[in-house]
């Protein structure tokens, strides 16, 4: 049976042209957004959650700060070919959530901007998912190698 938030985001998917609520769902989990008047703008907030997770994910390894143990480990693994890809990757969802915070600004009313904004991401993420999955998968297995922590951390005092 329906929740109240599929039921209003069907109501708009009549109205503007917006994925099945299933897919954007099982995507961004927006079935369990309070019930609110803005349901669009919430969904939006959402993918933004996403966007900054994985783009600060990704500068750890781009500029990996030597404080941090975890970027300094990961960095490693990666050649330059396969740090300019996430540098494309990491571009593209620093655009978009740009993107997204213009459409917050100019929104005035205009679900379609923003219903347009979210059929046109939910695309492009399975694209950019993929990328993800793989740069994560190698920060993964750099943690099954076995590592000196002297040569990882430097001198410890």
């Known amino acids: 049976m329906p929740n109240e938030i599929e039921k209003q985001y069907d109501e708009l998917k009549k109205k503007l042209k917006l994925p099945d609520f299933k897919e954007i769902d099982f995507e961004f989990e927006i079935s369990d957004i309070e019930e609110t008047n803005f349901l669009l703008r919430e969904i939006i907030r959402r993918i933004c959650e996403r966007l900054d997770f994985y783009s600060t994910m990704l500068e750890g390894i781009l500029q990996p ?57 939910l695309i492009e993420w399975k694209t950019i998912k993929k990328g993800l999955l793989s740069f994560v998968k190698k920060m993964k297995e750099s943690w099954q190698n076995e590592v000196d922590i002297k040569e990882n951390v430097g001198y410890l005092g």
């Open 65 to 121: 700060d030597t404080s941090n143990l975890y970027a300094m480990h990961e960095t490693r693994y990666f050649t330059e070919d396969e740090k300019n890809n996430m540098y494309k990757v990491y571009s593209r969802l620093m655009e978009l959530n740009r993107q997204s915070i213009e459409i917050s600004l100019q929104r005035n009313g205009n679900e379609g901007l923003e219903a347009d904004f979210i059929s046109k991401f």
